[in-house]
């Protein structure tokens, strides 16, 4: 190959190769942006309630804003806090039980902020008692020395204990078990009844072995009114990640935000995002009920003592070492 033929070839690739920077220069700062920043590590719980985080993580919505975030699932709320406290998670999606969380709280003030929470009530359900399907059980006080049911972790056993003793069910035993065993336990007859969640209720109802008792249980024996919303899952990001990276912190909220948006607009298209992250699949995605969902700047003061109530709960019980302030674990922008 002559001399004027190599320049030429040299001359060609190195005009390809500045071709093939330049174009890759053009997506560089989003891609970048995305890549140097942090992994926010999110810790959930497979429950229906999460459906706004599932949905922002496949609909792109963390992507768009730059972000690169770890879904981190766990068997249980409490499981999730843990990790918050030990550093291994900077956040909880919806869900994740709001007492838990105040129990970090407790053993490290100021650990996180609460951006949004996921009240439910007789109508936005979320909590429930089930029985097997021809259980001769007509209502919580029928429970009076039965053996019961709950989700694992101090808030779902403590919860299903004033639930039942408010409800005149005296003398019943509660047993912490896997939500995803609830349906089989009960409809094996190892249990009388649940306390649980959704989407519990409406798998049993679904296949055919279990009924719900009574829903919306927290709302009424626990805060007074059937209807009165119970914040008891929060989303969170701990106050080192949002002291730390508070412009990532921002763009996440908004996010998330978007996530919930979805939902509240767009329910039908959002239910599909719930497989993958929960037992959800198939034609139970349209069944499933929805909770409703609270950001930040939209607690009223009501919102806040009705948090509190629930929290007090705890408190009045000794679960709680001490009282914990609802507003001074929320976000405030």
């Given at each position: 190959?002559?001399?004027?033929?190599?320049?030429?070839?040299?001359?060609?690739?190195?005009?390809?190769?500045?071709?093939?920077?330049?174009?890759?220069?053009?997506?560089?700062?989003?891609?970048?942006?995305?890549?140097?920043?942090?992994?926010?590590?999110?810790?959930?719980?497979?429950?229906?309630?999460?459906?706004?985080?599932?949905?922002?993580?496949?609909?792109?919505?963390?992507?768009?804003?730059?972000?690169?975030?770890?879904?981190?699932?766990?068997?249980?709320?409490?499981?999730?806090?843990?990790?918050?406290?030990?550093g291994r998670s900077d956040?909880?999606?919806?869900?994740?039980?709001?007492?838990?969380?105040?129990?970090?709280?407790?053993?490290?003030?100021?650990?996180?902020?609460?951006?949004?929470?996921?009240?439910?009530?007789?109508?936005?359900?979320?909590?429930?008692?089930?029985?097997?399907?021809?259980?001769?059980?007509?209502?919580?006080?029928?429970?009076?020395?039965?053996?019961?049911?709950?989700?694992?972790?101090?808030?779902?056993?403590?919860?299903?204990?004033?639930?039942?003793?408010?409800?005149?069910?005296?003398?019943?035993t509660v047993v912490e078990?896997?939500?995803?065993?609830?349906?089989?336990?009960?409809?094996?007859?190892?249990?009388?009844?649940?306390?649980?969640?959704?989407?519990?209720?409406?798998?049993?109802?679904?296949?055919?072995?279990?009924?719900?008792?009574?829903?919306?249980?927290?709302?009424?024996?626990?805060?007074?009114?059937?209807?009165?919303?119970?914040?008891?899952?929060?989303?969170?990001?701990?106050?080192?990640?949002?002291?730390?990276?508070?412009?990532?912190?921002?763009?996440?909220?908004?996010?998330?935000?978007?996530?919930?948006?979805?939902?509240?607009?767009?329910?039908?298209?959002a239910r599909q995002y719930?497989?993958?992250?929960?037992?959800?699949?198939?034609?139970?995605?349209?069944?499933?009920?929805?909770?409703?969902?609270?950001?930040?700047?939209?607690?009223?003061?009501?919102?806040?003592?009705?948090?509190?109530?629930?929290?007090?709960?705890?408190?009045?019980?000794?679960?709680?070492?001490?009282?914990?302030?609802?507003?001074?674990?929320?976000?405030?922008?």
């Open positions: 190959m002559s001399q004027r033929s190599s320049a030429i070839n040299l001359s060609r690739r190195r005009l390809v190769q500045s071709a093939a920077l330049g174009a890759a220069c053009l997506g560089l700062p989003a891609l970048s942006r995305a890549q140097s920043g942090p992994v926010i590590r999110i810790g959930f719980w497979p429950v229906a309630a999460g459906l706004p985080f599932y949905a922002a993580v496949e609909k792109g919505y963390f992507k768009e804003a730059g972000l690169n975030v770890e879904p981190q699932k766990f068997a249980g709320a409490q499981q999730v806090m843990e990790a918050m406290l030990a956040g909880s999606a919806n869900g994740t039980g709001s007492a838990n969380l105040a129990i970090g709280e407790i053993a490290s003030p100021g650990l996180f902020k609460i951006f949004a929470s996921n009240p439910s009530n007789a109508q936005y359900v979320l909590d429930e008692f089930i029985v097997a399907k021809d259980s001769p059980v007509k209502s919580i006080a029928d429970l009076k020395g039965k053996k019961v049911g709950s989700g694992p972790g101090i808030q779902n056993a403590t919860l299903a204990r004033t639930v039942l003793e408010r409800a005149g069910a005296t003398g019943a078990l896997a939500i995803s065993q609830h349906v089989a336990a009960v409809a094996a007859g190892q249990l009388d009844a649940c306390y649980t969640l959704e989407p519990t209720g409406t798998v049993g109802r679904l296949n055919g072995t279990t009924r719900v008792l009574e829903a919306g249980v927290i709302a009424k024996y626990v805060l007074g009114d059937p209807m009165a919303p119970w914040f008891g899952g929060s989303a969170s990001l701990t106050t080192a990640f949002l002291k730390k990276y508070p412009e990532e912190s921002k763009r996440f909220i908004q996010a998330y935000a978007r996530g919930i948006d979805l939902v509240r607009k767009h329910p039908e298209e719930m497989k993958g992250y929960t037992a959800i699949e198939g034609p139970m995605t349209q069944e499933v009920p929805l909770a409703a969902y609270t950001l930040y700047n939209e607690f009223t003061d009501s919102d806040v003592q009705y948090f509190q109530k629930f929290f007090d709960l705890f408190a009045d019980k000794g679960v709680f070492a001490q009282k914990v302030d609802v507003a001074s674990m929320l976000y405030k922008g």
